[in-house]
C-alpha cells in the first residue's frame, strides 16, 4: 500500500476543510474587534509575517528533499532531521499566518483543532504504511526524529541533493497563489473596518 492510498492522506485536505472555511466565513462576518495601528495589530501582523515565511521555508526545503520520493525513499536529511513532518509543520505555519493576519481568536482555535486531528489520524496513519514500506529504518528514524520538531542539533544533511523539478515546480504554483494570500488577507481587513461591510456576528 502506498501513502497516496491511504483514506486518510486522500481526505487529509477536505478535513481540515471542514473546520477551517466556516472559522474563516465567520471572521469575515464579524465586527473587528482589534484596532488597527494598535500595538496588538501590528504584534499580530509581525508574527503573522514570520508565521508565513516558516511555512514558505518549510515547503520549499522540504519539497526538494522529498518531491515525489514519498513512498520510494526513507528520507532524514535537512529539514526530515529535525522533523518527520516538515511538510505539514509548514502548513500548520500557514494556518497561524491566516489568523494572525485576520486578527482571530476563533482561527487559532480552528487551527489548533486541525493541528490535533492531523496528530492524531493523519499522520498516525501515513506513518503506518511508511513503517510498511521502510520496516526498520522507519522505526529507527522514528526513535531519533520527533514527528513535528526538534532542535537544530539533531540537524544533519549532505552537501548535494536531487531535486525533483515537477515535484518544485507544482510547489511554486501553489506557494505562488498562496502568495497572494497576505495581501488579500489586509484588503479584508480594511473592508471589515468599512460602514457597508456586512458584519452578522461578534467573534473574537
Not at 46 to 69: D, E, K, N, P, V
Amino acid at each position: 500500500m502506498k501513502v497516496k492510498e491511504s483514506f486518510w492522506f486522500r481526505n487529509r485536505g477536505w478535513l481540515g476543510l471542514v473546520f477551517f472555511i466556516p472559522a474563516i466565513a465567520g471572521v469575515v462576518f464579524s465586527k473587528p474587534t482589534i484596532a488597527d495601528d494598535s500595538l496588538l495589530d501590528f504584534f499580530m501582523t509581525l508574527t503573522g509575517w514570520l508565521c508565513f515565511m516558516l511555512y514558505l521555508t518549510f515547503r520549499i526545503w522540504a519539497t526538494m528533499y522529498i518531491g515525489s520520493r514519498k513512498d520510494k525513499q526513507l528520507q532524514d536529511q535537512g529539514p526530515y532531521s529535525l522533523s518527520r513532518n516538515p511538510l505539514y509543520l509548514g502548513s500548520f505555519c500557514f494556518g497561524l499566518a491566516t489568523a494572525f493576519f485576520l486578527k482571530s481568536l476563533l482561527l487559532l482555535g480552528a487551527v489548533t483543532v486541525v493541528a490535533v486531528i492531523y496528530l492524531k489520524w493523519i499522520i498516525p496513519a501515513e506513518e503506518k504504511v511508511l513503517l510498511g514500506v521502510f520496516g526498520r529504518h522507519f522505526q529507527d528514524y522514528i526513535r531519533r526524529t520527533p514527528r513535528i520538531v526538534s532542535t537544530i542539533r539533531s540537524y544533519a544533511a549532505a552537501d548535494t541533493v536531487v531535486v525533483n523539478l515537477k515535484a518544485m515546480k507544482l510547489e511554486a504554483r501553489r506557494l505562488w497563489l498562496s502568495g497572494l494570500w497576505p495581501l488579500g488577507a489586509e484588503a479584508l481587513m480594511h473592508l471589515r473596518s468599512t460602514s457597508w461591510w456586512p458584519c452578522f456576528f461578534n467573534m473574537p
